[in-house]
C-alpha cells in the first residue's frame, strides 16, 4: 500500500511563497513520476508540474513556468514544491501524486496514488 501525504499547506498574501511537501511511503518515489495537481474550488482538478524517476525531467503548466519548482529527495521518499510569486489564481486544494508513466503526463487518470491534498490560499 503506497500512502501519499502532503503538507505545507496555509495563507498567504500574493507575491509571497509557500513550499509543500509530500512524503511517501510504502515504495520509495526513485520508482515512480511524482506529479503535484491542484483543484480550485468549482474547477477540474489540473496539471501543475512534475519530476521524473531519475530527476532529469520537469514539467510544468505554463501558469506557474517560472514560479513554480519540483524537486525530490529520495533518501527521505520527500517531494516539494516551491512556489513563488503566487497570486489568487493560485487558490487551490494541491495533490500530489506517483506513477509509474515517465514525465509527465497531464491527465490525472495516469496516476495511480494520490494525497489528501493540502489547501493553498492566496490573498490579494
Known amino acids: 500500500q503506497v500512502q501519499l501525504v502532503e503538507s505545507g499547506g496555509g495563507s498567504v498574501q500574493a507575491g509571497g511563497s509557500l513550499r509543500l511537501s509530500c512524503v511517501t511511503s510504502?515504495?520509495?518515489?526513485?520508482?515512480?513520476?511524482m506529479v503535484w495537481f491542484r483543484q480550485a474550488p468549482g474547477k477540474e482538478r489540473e496539471f501543475v508540474g512534475g519530476?521524473?524517476?531519475?530527476?532529469?525531467?520537469?514539467d510544468y503548466a505554463d501558469s506557474v513556468k517560472g514560479r513554480f519548482a519540483v524537486s525530490r529527495d529520495n533518501a527521505k521518499n520527500t517531494i516539494y514544491l516551491q512556489m513563488n510569486s503566487l497570486t489568487p489564481e493560485d487558490t487551490a486544494n494541491y495533490y500530489c501524486?506517483?506513477?509509474?508513466?515517465?514525465?509527465?503526463?497531464?491527465?490525472?487518470?495516469?496516476?495511480?496514488?494520490w494525497g489528501q491534498g493540502t489547501q493553498v490560499i492566496v490573498s490579494s
Open positions: 510504502g515504495r520509495t518515489i526513485s520508482e515512480n513520476t
Open positions: 519530476i521524473g524517476r531519475k530527476s532529469v525531467i520537469t
Open positions: 501524486a506517483a506513477g509509474t508513466y515517465g514525465c509527465c503526463s497531464t491527465r490525472s487518470g495516469d496516476y495511480d496514488f
